[in-house]
């Protein structure tokens, strides 16, 4: 007699839903840590205030890119779309925040900044190699 094998548990990673919102949590965490840094090179020096545009462009470009390649490099399908939905998700974030906080919303370059790193880092992060191939 041959039972049939009970099939594998899909992953947190693998669902279109879950994925995205795991990886919130790197891409805050990536920008929070370059704010961190930002305060401290701002508490040393007096910077002009285009200096602090490029700093804090920066800083979602590495916020968006880190936060595409996690979800994309665990997803291992569907890299640009998974970028361009992190981006979308934290531009929406940015933009509560902003909206309670400042009462504005930020404008279209930002939110172009983000989803084109996201995106970027979506296409990397499945592009990249694995050191234990899925079974």
Not at 84 to 111: N, P
Request: charged share 10%; proline share 4%.
């Amino acid at each position: 007699m041959q039972t049939k094998r009970p099939p594998a548990r899909r992953s947190i990673w693998e669902s279109g839903v879950w994925n995205p919102l795991g990886s919130l949590s790197v891409g805050v965490g990536i920008l929070g840590a370059c704010l961190c840094l930002m305060v401290g090179l701002f508490c040393i020096a007096n910077a002009a205030d285009w200096m602090i545009s490029c700093m804090a462009a920066a800083a979602l470009i590495a916020s968006g890119y880190g936060m595409g390649f996690f979800a994309a490099f665990h997803r291992r399908h569907s890299g640009l779309k998974t970028g361009l939905l992190c981006g979308a998700l934290l531009y929406l974030v940015l933009l509560l925040g902003g909206v309670i906080w400042r009462g504005d919303a930020s404008g279209v370059l930002r939110q172009l900044l983000l989803l084109t790193s996201s995106a970027w880092g979506g296409v990397c992060g499945v592009n990249h190699k694995h050191r234990k191939p899925p079974r």
